[in-house]
C-alpha cells in the first residue's frame, strides 16, 4: 500500500501533466480532479486553483446527495490491466469542459 506522500505526489503530476498537455493545444489552462481510490472511499477534490468554485451545488447532487457514482458496471470488473480507462459521461458544468474515466486501480 502506498503512503499518503507518494499518493499525492502521483496527483500533484497527474494534474500538472493534463494541465500542460491542454495549455499545448489551447494556451493557458486550469485543471482539478475529483476521485476515489476505492468505490466505497469518499469522493476527494484537488482543485488548487479553485477552477470548481460555484459548482459546489452540481458537485453535491452528482457525488454527495447520489451514489450512483459508485456503481460500477461488469465491464469494469473484467478489465484486467490497470491501464485501461473506462470513459464516463461529462458532468455538464457550465463554462468547462469535463471528462473522466474509471478503472480497475482508481474509481
Given at each position: 500500500?502506498m503512503?499518503?506522500?507518494?499518493?499525492?505526489?502521483?496527483?500533484?503530476?497527474?494534474?500538472?501533466?493534463?494541465?500542460i498537455?491542454?495549455?499545448?493545444f489551447?494556451?493557458?489552462?486550469?485543471?482539478?480532479?475529483?476521485?476515489?481510490?476505492?468505490?466505497?472511499?469518499?469522493?476527494?477534490?484537488?482543485?488548487?486553483?479553485?477552477?470548481?468554485?460555484?459548482?459546489?451545488?452540481?458537485?453535491?447532487?452528482?457525488?454527495?446527495?447520489?451514489?450512483?457514482?459508485?456503481?460500477?458496471?461488469?465491464?469494469?470488473?473484467?478489465?484486467?490491466?490497470?491501464?485501461?480507462?473506462?470513459?464516463?459521461?461529462?458532468?455538464?458544468?457550465?463554462?468547462?469542459?469535463?471528462?473522466?474515466?474509471?478503472?480497475?486501480?482508481?474509481?
Amino acid at each position: 500500500m502506498m503512503n499518503s506522500a507518494v499518493k499525492n505526489l502521483y496527483i500533484y503530476h497527474i494534474l500538472d501533466g493534463l494541465r500542460i498537455g491542454l495549455s499545448h493545444f489551447s494556451g493557458p489552462s486550469r485543471a482539478a480532479l475529483l476521485f476515489a481510490e476505492k468505490l466505497e472511499d469518499p469522493i476527494r477534490i484537488y482543485d488548487p486553483q479553485e477552477l470548481l468554485r460555484g459548482h459546489e451545488p452540481k458537485l453535491k447532487e452528482l457525488y454527495l446527495d447520489c451514489d450512483g457514482w459508485r456503481r460500477c458496471d461488469a465491464v469494469c470488473d473484467e478489465l484486467e490491466g490497470s491501464g485501461l480507462i473506462i470513459p464516463e459521461k461529462n458532468l455538464e458544468l457550465a463554462g468547462l469542459i469535463s471528462h473522466g474515466g474509471r478503472s480497475r486501480s482508481i474509481a
